[in-house]
C-alpha cells in the first residue's frame, strides 16, 4: 500500500497550530478567565472569524527569525571590527541614536510586555498566537538596537544609562508616557493604539525614511537593527490592520469606540513623531527626504488610502488629521529650536544648522523656512559667535496628555502659540492642541494622574530644585560631556581627532 | 482618488530578484531605488508569485522567506503557496 506523504499547506498548517489551543472551560467560567475582555465595550460574537494572513506558524517563525539574527549579528561584529562608527558622514549624526536608544528602545521593551500581557487577556486563540510572536518580536527589537548602540557607547556621549534616563528625563517622558497610556489601556484599545494606529499607520515614518537615512549616512549597524526590526514590522502592521477590520466586523457598536481611539492615538502618535521629523530634518547630516516628504508619502497617501479602504465600516479619517497634514511644513523646525535651547538638559547636543542645511531646508519648505525658521538660526548663530550662546533656564509648561512642551502653533497661525486649558475638579490643566484637550476630557481620572517632569522638579522630587542638580543627580546626564552645544564638545573634538583635523583631549579612538 | 499599495524591500541580493519578479508580473507598478532599500508601489494591487521567483532564482521558493527580506507593506494581505497579494479592494 503507498502510503500518501501529502504536504501541509500553509492554511492547513495555520489551522492545526490553533486547533487544540482554545477550549470551553468547565469548571471555571470564561469571564473569570478572561476579565479585561469585556469591560472596553467591545462586543466578540465569534473568534473564529479572526483571520492572520501571514499563517505562520512557529516551525516558520523560529527559522525565519533565526536566519534574521544571524544576518544581523554578523553585520555587527564586522561594524565594531571594523570600527565602522568612524566611516558615519558626521558625529552630529550620533545624536540621533542618543534621541533613539532612550526614546524608542524602552517602547521596544514596552510593546513586548504590553504583548504578552494583551495576549493573555484574549479567548480566541489566533489573536494570542500573533500577540505571543509580536511580542517575542519586540523583545529582539529592544535587545538588538542595545547591541547595535553599545559600540557607539565606547566612543560618544550620552549612550550611558538610556534605560534610566527614560524614566526620568523630561523629553523622554513624551514616548514613555504615549507608551504608558497604551499599556495601561484594555486588551482591544491596546491593540488599536500600537497595532493599528502606532505600527500601521505611523511608524514607516521612522523606521523606513529614517533608516534609510541612517544608510545614507554610513552607519551600517542601525540601518540593519532597523530594517531586520522593521521585517517584523511588516506582519505586525497587518495584524494592525486585520485587528481593527475584525473588531469592527464584530459588532456595529464596535464602531464609535473604535473611531474615537483612532481619533486619540493617531493624535498621540502624531505627537510623539515630532521627535522624529527633528531626527529627520536636523540629525541626518547627509539628508534624503525632509520630513514633509515622508509625511505626504507615508501618511498623506498610504494613510489616505487605508481611511477610503475602512469607510466601508463607517470610519472617518482621524479627527485630527488636518492640523497634522498642516504641521508638516512646521514640525521639525519648531522642535530643533526648542531643543536648541534646553541643550544644557539633554544627553545629546544641538547646533545651528549649516549654511547648506538651512539651504536644503528652504528648498523643501519653501513657503515657511525662510519666513519663520531661518531668521530665528541667523540670530542664534550671530548670538553665539558673540559668545552668547543662548540656554533657556526657565522651565517649559507641558502639555498634560502629550507632554511635548506647549511650543506648537495654530493651524494657518504659524506665529500664534496654540494652547488650550481646563478647570477640573478645582485644579487647572494645561494642553497644547484641542485635540490632547479632547483626549483629556474624554478621560479626565487617567490623565490627571500624568507624572509631569516640570511640575515634579518644582516639587521637589527630582534631587535638587536648580537645572544643574536635577540633570546631573536624577538623570545621570554628565555636565559639559552628554549636553550643551556640539560645536567645542568632547564628541566634536573626538570626531575631528578621527578626522585627523585636530588633535583631541583624549585619545581613545587612536587605534 | 488614487489608492496606492507598495511594498519595501532591503535593497540585497534576494531582492533584487524578488524586484525583478514583481515588476515582471505588475506592469502597472513603480520602482523606486533609495539608499539601502527598494520601494515598488502601484494602484490598488500588487502580486508576486512564487512561479515567477522561482524562475528567476532557478530553485524552489518558499513564499514566507520573503518576510527576511520585506521592510514595509501597504495594503490588505493575502498570501498562500503559490502568492503574495497586497491590495486596497
Not at chain 1, 37 to 49: A, Y
Not at chain 1, 91 to 109: D, I, Q, T
Not at chain 1, 128 to 141: G, K, N, W
Not at chain 2, 54 to 76: F, Y
Request: aromatic fraction near 14%; proline fraction near 4%.
Amino acid at each position: 500500500m503507498a502510503v500518501q506523504n501529502k504536504k501541509l499547506n500553509l492554511k492547513d498548517k495555520y489551522q492545526y497550530l490553533t486547533r487544540d489551543m482554545g477550549w470551553e472551560p468547565t469548571y471555571q467560567k470564561k469571564e473569570d478567565i478572561f476579565p479585561h475582555e469585556d469591560f472596553e465595550g467591545i462586543k466578540i460574537t465569534d473568534w473564529s472569524q479572526w483571520e492572520d494572513p501571514f499563517r505562520l506558524t512557529m516551525d516558520s517563525y523560529w527559522k525565519y527569525q533565526a536566519e534574521k539574527e544571524k544576518k544581523l549579528y554578523a553585520i555587527f561584529d564586522a561594524f565594531a571590527q571594523n570600527n565602522g562608527h568612524q566611516n558615519i558622514s558626521d558625529a552630529r549624526y550620533v545624536n540621533a541614536l542618543k534621541l533613539f536608544l532612550g526614546g524608542v528602545s524602552p517602547l521596544e521593551h514596552g510593546a513586548y510586555q504590553g504583548y504578552a500581557k494583551a495576549g493573555r487577556q484574549f479567548s480566541g486563540t489566533g489573536a494570542r498566537v500573533a500577540c505571543q510572536m509580536q511580542s517575542i518580536d519586540e523583545l529582539r527589537h529592544s535587545q538588538t538596537q542595545q547591541h547595535a548602540m553599545s559600540h557607539y557607547n565606547k566612543h560618544f556621549n550620552g549612550l550611558h544609562d538610556a534605560a534610566h534616563m527614560h524614566d526620568r528625563v523630561w523629553f523622554l517622558s513624551v514616548p514613555k508616557s504615549f507608551f504608558d497610556d497604551a499599556r495601561t489601556a484594555g486588551p482591544f484599545e491596546f491593540l488599536t493604539a500600537i497595532s493599528f494606529s502606532f505600527e500601521y499607520v505611523l511608524t514607516n515614518l521612522l523606521f523606513v525614511p529614517f533608516m534609510s537615512g541612517a544608510a545614507y549616512n554610513g552607519d551600517m549597524a542601525t540601518v540593519t537593527f532597523g530594517f531586520s526590526a522593521q521585517s517584523d514590522e511588516a506582519r505586525h502592521m497587518t495584524l494592525g490592520l486585520e485587528v481593527i477590520k475584525f473588531i469592527l466586523e464584530q459588532h456595529e457598536d464596535n464602531v464609535p469606540i473604535v473611531q474615537r481611539w483612532i481619533d486619540k492615538w493617531f493624535w498621540r502618535g502624531f505627537r510623539l513623531l515630532s521627535l522624529v521629523s527633528m531626527m529627520m530634518d536636523y540629525m541626518l547630516p547627509n539628508k534624503v527626504m525632509s520630513w514633509s516628504e515622508a509625511w505626504e508619502v507615508y501618511y498623506e497617501q498610504n494613510g489616505g488610502a487605508l481611511f477610503k479602504d475602512l469607510e466601508r465600516y463607517g470610519i472617518r479619517p482621524p479627527k485630527y488629521q488636518d492640523v497634522a497634514n498642516d504641521a508638516k511644513h512646521h514640525l521639525s523646525h519648531q522642535l530643533w529650536t526648542t531643543f536648541y535651547q534646553y541643550s544644557h538638559a539633554t544627553n545629546f547636543h544641538t547646533w545651528v544648522p549649516e549654511k547648506e542645511e538651512m539651504d536644503w531646508m528652504s528648498e523643501k519648505y519653501p513657503d515657511t523656512f525662510d519666513k519663520y525658521y531661518r531668521p530665528r538660526y541667523e540670530y542664534l548663530a550671530k548670538e553665539a559667535a558673540a559668545g552668547r550662546r543662548f540656554y533657556n533656564n526657565t522651565l517649559p509648561q507641558l502639555c498634560q496628555v502629550c507632554q511635548v512642551p506647549n511650543l506648537f502653533t495654530e493651524m494657518g497661525a504659524p506665529t500664534k502659540l496654540s494652547h488650550r486649558q481646563l478647570v477640573h475638579e478645582g485644579e487647572r490643566y494645561h494642553f497644547c492642541s484641542e485635540a490632547c484637550c479632547d483626549i483629556f476630557k474624554h478621560e479626565p481620572e487617567k490623565y490627571v494622574q500624568a507624572w509631569l517632569p516640570v511640575h515634579q522638579i518644582y516639587q521637589g522630587n527630582c534631587e535638587g530644585e536648580d537645572v544643574e542638580t536635577v540633570v546631573q543627580k536624577y538623570y545621570h546626564i554628565n555636565i559639559g560631556e552628554d549636553n550643551f552645544e556640539y560645536l567645542g564638545s568632547p564628541d566634536h573634538k573626538r570626531w575631528m581627532s578621527i578626522k585627523g583635523e585636530k588633535p583631541a583631549d583624549e585619545n581613545q579612538d587612536a587605534a | 482618488m488614487s489608492q496606492l499599495v507598495f511594498i519595501v524591500f532591503q535593497d540585497n541580493d534576494d531582492s533584487r530578484y524578488l524586484a525583478e519578479a514583481v515588476m515582471d508580473d505588475n506592469p502597472h507598478a513603480e520602482i523606486q531605488h533609495q539608499p539601502a532599500m527598494i520601494r515598488i508601489q502601484a494602484e490598488k494591487r500588487l502580486v508576486m508569485n512564487r512561479e515567477t521567483m522561482e524562475e528567476k532564482l532557478g530553485r524552489d521558493w518558499d513564499v514566507q522567506e520573503m518576510l527576511v527580506n520585506v521592510i514595509s507593506i501597504g495594503g490588505n494581505v493575502d498570501e498562500d503557496d503559490d502568492h503574495f497579494i497586497l491590495e486596497w479592494k
